[in-house]
């Protein structure tokens, strides 16, 4: 049995691609997408010797052969490094959330660490794209920290209801009816009056199919064929509730759908069992189809809120917030998103403005 050991850096450097990295992960992955052990060392910045030598060396520690290949045709993972591949990338994709929260929660240590004084903004949020690259961009404009917590939309406003931070992040199509899927989840947690919603960002949400559609998947009705693997987001989540609205607008009935309630964790996951060829379609952002090399159905345009409490709209780091988030700068980050588009980012918006889920009246005295 082989025991993983983890590690992290301290850097000034933004670039969070490569949230937790293994070498030998690194040197199949760019054989396999180069189809050769040379152009996988040229993408690497290694040398074909160093690449070659590593590669000999994990075959002999593992016990199992790594890369097969025959003069005259392109390096191939064997069965084993393929398998091991996709496996680690699985991995990494269940376990992104909890990355990034490992990763806010070292940042935040060091910021005060370095800093007592320093400035901190706890947000529960629906996993997105967008957040970490604004975390990273904050830091490094205002010296602001975001310290994010990811779990589902419907847990994010739990936290902030209950006290435990500062803005939930969640995300709806704002044109649902008021009894409407979405309406029953939402409507209980926000409060005219005591919430309001900050605009961040509008995401498209469809269906993640393999590379060129080999399946000729095109849109939920789709999703019914007998046989058709599918992976959803689990309960709890802005994404089910999105999906569940859309089956609800087509008529379409949940049960129909073979693997319905065979969930992953994140976007990314979801993507990624479809990319490994675990799942034939899912259901989520274009960013994580994009970020694999996969095919996007769009489906749906939704919006991306950032609630909070009234009163904290006084509070001066979100006020900084506020403020950055209405930059061209943060915009042009924004729209470089697949999927993504900056709308509103910044304004503060009343729920009744922008959710027609209430029918409120002032009660009689």
Not at 65 to 73: E, I
Not at 275 to 284: K, Q
Not at 329 to 345: F, H, K, Q, T, V
Request: proline letters at 5%.
């Amino acid at each position: 049995m082989h025991r993983v050991h983890l590690t992290y850096l301290l850097s000034g450097s933004t670039d969070e691609r490569q949230s937790l990295h293994h070498p030998l992960v690194a040197m199949l992955a760019a054989v396999h997408d180069t189809g050769s052990i040379s152009n996988g060392a040229k993408r690497l910045g290694l040398s074909y010797r160093h690449v070659w030598g590593e590669l000999k060396r994990w075959e002999t520690e593992l016990g199992q052969t790594l890369v097969t290949w025959v003069k005259g045709q392109p390096a191939r993972l064997s069965p084993f490094g393929a398998k091991l591949l996709w496996a680690e990338r699985q991995a990494q994709a269940r376990l992104a959330p909890q990355i990034e929260a490992l990763r806010s929660e070292l940042e935040r240590a060091f910021a005060i660490a370095f800093d007592a004084g320093s400035d901190v903004i706890s947000l529960y949020a629906s996993h997105d794209e967008a957040l970490p690259r604004l975390r990273a961009w904050l830091g490094q404009r205002d010296g602001l920290h975001l310290d994010i917590q990811f779990t589902g939309s419907v847990d994010a406003l739990a936290a902030l209801n209950e006290g435990r931070c500062l803005l939930a992040g969640f995300h709806a199509i704002t044109h649902a009816g008021v009894r409407s899927p979405t309406a029953k989840v939402y409507r209980p947690m926000l409060k005219p009056g005591r919430h309001k919603l900050i605009g961040f960002a509008t995401r498209t949400q469809g269906l993640i199919v393999a590379p060129g559609n080999p399946l000729g998947i095109h849109g939920l009705a789709d999703l019914q064929r007998a046989g058709l693997r599918f992976v959803n987001r689990q309960r709890g989540t802005g994404t089910r509730v999105v999906l569940e609205e859309l089956l609800a607008a087509a008529a379409l009935s949940a049960t129909s759908i073979g693997g319905f309630e065979a969930t992953e964790p994140s976007h990314q996951a979801a993507a990624q069992a479809v990319a490994s060829g675990a799942a034939d379609v899912s259901f989520g952002i274009e960013a994580a189809a994009r970020a694999r090399g996969l095919e996007f159905v769009p489906l749906a345009q939704e919006q991306y809120f950032l609630a909070t409490l009234a009163e904290n709209l006084d509070n001066p780091n979100v006020s900084a917030l506020l403020a950055a988030l209405r930059t061209p700068e943060w915009a042009a980050d924004l729209n470089a998103i697949p999927g993504y588009r900056a709308e509103r980012s910044g304004e503060v918006l009343s729920l009744r403005s922008v959710l027609p889920w209430w029918t409120y009246r002032k009660p009689k005295h």
